[in-house]
């Protein structure tokens, strides 16, 4: 058997809902009257309320943009200040308890009272920014409307002032004054000290001294480098002359004439060709064999041979002085020259710049003591200019502080509520109507989700991970017949007193008819017994505890199987026992193809099995009764005798624990197990599981 599904609710339509209340009313009913009980209790003791209510705004002030100045005296980090946080620090000045005791003590004239007057306006204090906006909304309850529209006015004419003191630093103007005198006494006794020594030097001022000085150096340097450059760039021309005069010679060819023409090759060519033509006519004449031809071809070989030899064209050569060295090498003399030059222009340069640096080294000298005194100097007009601003700041924020000059803006004043706050005394009714409506619906719901019944058919693959053979539904004619009365007969209608197992009795009788959906389900169970069918099958009927219906289930599969005319069906019954035949066992026919075998008292498991065997000759279906299986060892060691079980389960008897414990036990011992059949289903839950 695998692991169990996680539960869940059987509601799946409105007809479940409906047989689920039914099923478990009481618990909607508490719920029902439980929610109204209460909503009564609210609409008669609920206290009526009245709200004052006022809308700030925060603008972009001083306070947002520009911080404290004593906060700028020193080093400093950015800080990025959302409004968000700008609006939950003013509801937190608006929540404040100093803020509030002060309120208290201005509207209640009576000092006994004030205590409970705090506790009450704290929770009536309602403080909230509105979404996407920089307006706070500020809101005060009170039992009277114009206590409450009082209180508020009391409350933002308090926090106004406290809003402008939080954002202030009490004496920083004093502070200011007094600091920006003491840095400037230290800038007069400095200035006096700095005069002196430039004096002394006969400067009147350091920086633009040495700024000239270094200026001419750069100067120099400059004109230096340029010079070095230029000098470098002279070398390496008159270096590079050399190199291409050495490389040019004194003589060179002036004038190369060639394609001459050559008598002697063209009177040979002439005498050639006119050997050829000779040729030609002499073979016309006679053979080549001859000797004519012959002396004629000797001739034309020793002309070719002769006109190899010879050269077609003639080659004039004339030779003089080489003009490129001549100007190379003039050019060579000029800027040797002009190399000569430039050294002697470095070398004033190099004296001008020596003289120069003597005298930016006299002031260096000095340089240390003079930038000392004037970097104290700039420090003390910076730190002093600081503190002037400051000053200049506070008295401003001092100013508008008197004034209530602020970034808080009051855009709607306290009202005078017309009437009690909170929702209408109709509006509680209906609530409550319908929260105890939802509570009846959740008391169900939470109900069948700790039911541990098996109320569906969907229960049984879902929870027990078995196969559902059939789910009959509870009818009065689904019971079991007296003993020794066939199927049909007018005793059939009467419940077997002494069996506990049945699953629903009927008035002595005629048995009513059964009803098409008692007969499907049974025609489904006996079609899924035959599916499996092989030859003398022997089926077991169990259940977890009593009174679940094995024996009805096991009685009406035996008539369902004995009508289908396959053959004879030996019921044996051994969930019922006869004490009164002295322990045998008693065989009794109820219809034309159905016996039963009822089983003596005490059970014995070879007796048993030793009966049916004598019994059995010839049946095609054996179909055993047992008791509950995980109160018998009978029943395990015949359901263990048998081809295949079925598990009988019912809704209203059957928990899942129960069941989850029989499938463990036919799991342990092994036995075969067909499936589960559920009885006395819903037709409710029927419905929305097929």
Same mark, same amino acid.
């Given at each position: ?45 609920? !206290? ?7 809308? /700030? ?11 404290? !100045? ?7 980090? +950015? ?92 004496? &920083? ?5 007094? *600091? ?29 001294? =040495? ?30 002359? &050399? ?25 040979? *060519? ?82 001008? *710049? ?33 503190? /002037? ?22 855009? *709607? ?10 929702? $209408? ?43 559902? /053979? ?6 009065? @004619? ?7 009365? $066939?199927?049909? &007969? ?35 169970? #006996? ?13 077991? #009927?169990? @259940?977890?505890?009593? +009174? ?11 008539? =369902? ?17 006869? !004490? ?9 026919? #109820? ?35 047992? $008791? ?63």
């Amino acid at each position: 058997m695998s692991a169990v599904q996680p539960r869940r609710t059987r509601i799946t339509s409105a007809a479940d809902l409906l047989w689920l209340a039914q099923r478990h009313r009481s618990y909607a009913v508490g719920a029902v009257v439980a929610v109204l009980v209460i909503t009564a209790l609210v609409y008669l003791f609920l !206290p009526r309320s009245y709200r004052s209510q006022a809308h /700030l705004l925060l603008r972009v002030g001083r306070e947002s943009v520009r911080p404290d !100045p004593t906060v700028t005296m020193g080093p400093t980090i +950015g800080v990025n200040q959302s409004r968000e946080s700008e609006l939950n620090s003013e509801v937190l000045i608006l929540r404040s308890q100093d803020l509030l005791r002060a309120v208290v003590e201005s509207v209640t004239p009576d000092s006994g009272d004030r205590r409970v007057a705090l506790g009450r306006l704290e929770r009536s204090l309602r403080v909230s920014p509105a979404p996407i906006s920089n307006v706070i909304t500020v809101s005060v309850g009170a039992s009277d409307a114009e206590h409450a529209q009082r209180t508020l006015a009391k409350l933002l004419d308090l926090y106004l002032v406290k809003h402008i003191r939080s954002h202030r630093t009490p004496e &920083s103007e004093s502070f200011f004054r007094k *600091q920006a005198e003491r840095v400037g006494e230290r800038i007069e006794v400095l200035r006096a000290a700095l005069r002196d020594k430039l004096q002394g030097l006969g400067i009147h001022s350091l920086e633009s001294h =040495r700024a000239a000085l270094l200026a001419r150096v750069a100067s120099l340097a400059t004109e230096q480098e340029g010079l070095g450059a230029s000098i470098a760039a002279a070398v390496a021309k008159i270096q590079q002359l &050399s190199i291409s005069i050495n490389g040019l010679d004194a003589m060179h060819t002036l004038e190369e004439a060639s394609g001459a023409g050559n008598q002697v090759a063209d009177e040979i *060519q002439k005498r050639l060709v006119a050997l050829r033509m000779r040729e030609r006519e002499l073979l016309a004449k006679y053979p080549p064999e001859s000797r004519v031809v012959r002396d004629v071809v000797e001739q034309i070989k020793l002309a070719s041979a002769l006109l190899e030899g010879e050269e077609r064209a003639r080659t004039t050569v004339r030779r003089g002085l080489n003009a490129n060295r001549q100007r190379l090498e003039l050019d060579l003399l000029t800027e040797r020259g002009n190399l000569a030059a430039l050294e002697a222009r470095r070398d004033k340069l190099r004296f001008q *710049q020596e003289n120069v640096s003597k005298r930016l080294n006299t002031v260096r000298d000095h340089e240390g003591e003079l930038v000392a005194l004037e970097g104290q100097l700039r420090v003390l007009e910076a730190e002093r200019q600081r503190y /002037l601003s400051g000053l200049e700041q506070a008295r401003a924020d001092a100013a508008m502080g008197t004034e209530r000059i602020s970034n808080i803006s009051v855009v *709607q004043a306290p009202t005078l509520p017309s009437g009690p706050s909170g929702p $209408p005394r109709l509006w509680i009714l209906v609530a409550g109507v319908l929260l105890a409506m939802t509570a009846g619906l959740g008391a169900v719901v939470a109900r069948d989700l700790f039911d541990r019944s098996l109320l569906v058919p969907g229960d049984v693959p879902r929870l027990l991970d078995a196969e559902l /053979l059939a789910a009959l539904p509870r009818h009065e @004619a689904l019971h079991l017949p007296a003993r020794g009365k $066939p199927l049909g &007969s007018p005793a059939a209608g009467a419940v077997d007193e002494p069996s506990g197992d049945t699953a629903g009795s009927t008035a002595e009788g005629s048995s009513p008819a059964l009803p098409a959906a008692v007969i499907r389900e049974l025609e489904l169970l #006996v079609g899924r017994v035959l599916s499996g069918r092989a030859p003398s099958h022997t089926l077991a #009927v169990v @259940a977890p505890q009593r +009174g679940v219906g094995a024996s009805t289930v096991a009685f009406h599969l035996a008539s =369902r199987l004995a009508e289908a005319r396959l053959g004879r069906v030996l019921l044996v019954d051994c969930a019922r026992s006869t !004490p009164d035949h002295g322990g045998g066992h008693v065989m009794e026919s #109820v219809g034309p193809a159905l016996s039963t075998l009822r089983c003596g008292d005490p059970l014995d498991v070879a007796q048993v099995l030793c009966d049916i065997r004598a019994q059995s000759t010839g049946a095609a279906f054996v179909v055993l009764d047992l $008791p509950a299986i995980t109160e018998s060892s009978f029943a395990v060691e015949l359901a263990r005798a048998a081809a295949q079980t079925l598990l009988v389960v019912d809704t209203e008897v059957t928990d899942l624990t129960d069941a989850q414990r029989s499938l463990r036990v036919l799991e342990h011992n092994e036995i075969r197990l067909l499936g589960v059949v559920l009885n006395r289903a819903s037709t409710a839950s029927r419905s929305s599981e097929r």
